[in-house]
């Protein structure tokens, strides 16, 4: 049982370049979310899904995309790279009757915007 | 005022001895509260989350929440140096219509053994 899997582990992106981080889980879980982590600023919320074909806004969305065709996948999309966006990103997910209260949580993307 | 505050030391205790780590909110929202463990260079894992005020117990943790003071701690007894790691508090309530979650920004934790 893996979990939840994020890929890449690192990645350096250019200004202006894109880019996909993947997230899949094998949980069977509905609620998954997209967290960005950065020093002495906590876990922000930057996108989330409650089941596939439904994604919502979270604290944080602006310069990123997402999507939720099956239940296992959630896919964050970079578009236009710039330096704030240097950070490591965090996939979640939680059963239905957890909602986020119970996330588990991907080993981590760090990502670095030169 | 940040919704949720929490010292982000760094915290260094011995082998065996009791942590307390406690984060503060200011919204009286928040119902559920939740500590998150996280070794370095990987993801959060929950450690243990409660609803009410009062505390609850599962082996060398105890989590105390008091609603009224809007003030949750974590207590670790007989503390071991693999329980060195980043501690996050989360509180989740409904604001702004949807269920929303904040995390506090980490404690980190080093026990020396």
């Known amino acids: 049982n893996a979990g939840v899997t994020q890929t890449p582990k690192f990645r350096i992106l250019k200004i202006g370049q894109s880019m996909t981080l993947q997230c899949t889980q094998d949980m069977n879980h509905n609620y998954m979310y997209w967290y960005r982590q950065d020093p002495g600023m906590g876990l922000k919320l930057i996108y989330y899904s409650v089941g596939a074909g439904i994604t919502d806004k979270g604290e944080v969305p602006n310069g990123y995309n997402v999507s939720r065709s099956t239940t296992e996948d959630f896919p964050l999309r970079l578009e236009l790279a710039a330096p704030s966006q240097t950070s490591v990103y965090f996939c979640?997910?939680?059963?239905?009757?957890?909602?986020?209260?119970?996330?588990?949580f991907g080993q981590g993307t760090r990502l670095t915007v030169v | 005022q940040k919704e949720v505050e929490q010292d982000p030391g760094p915290l260094s205790v011995p082998e065996g001895a009791i942590v307390s780590l406690n984060c503060t909110y200011s919204?009286?929202?928040?119902?559920?509260f939740m500590w998150y463990r996280q070794y370095s260079r990987k993801g959060p894992e929950l450690l243990m989350y409660?609803?009410?005020?009062g505390n609850k117990e599962d082996g060398r943790f105890t989590a105390q929440v008091d609603k009224s003071s809007k003030y949750i701690s974590l207590f670790i007894r007989d503390s071991q140096p693999s329980d060195s790691a980043t501690y996050l508090c989360a509180m989740r309530g409904a604001i702004g219509g949807y269920q929303k979650v904040t995390f506090g920004t980490g404690t980190k934790l080093q026990v020396i053994p």
């Open positions: 409660t609803y009410s005020s």
């Open positions: 979640a997910s939680s059963p239905e009757d957890r909602m986020n209260t119970e996330a588990f």
């Open positions: 919204n009286s929202a928040f119902q559920y």
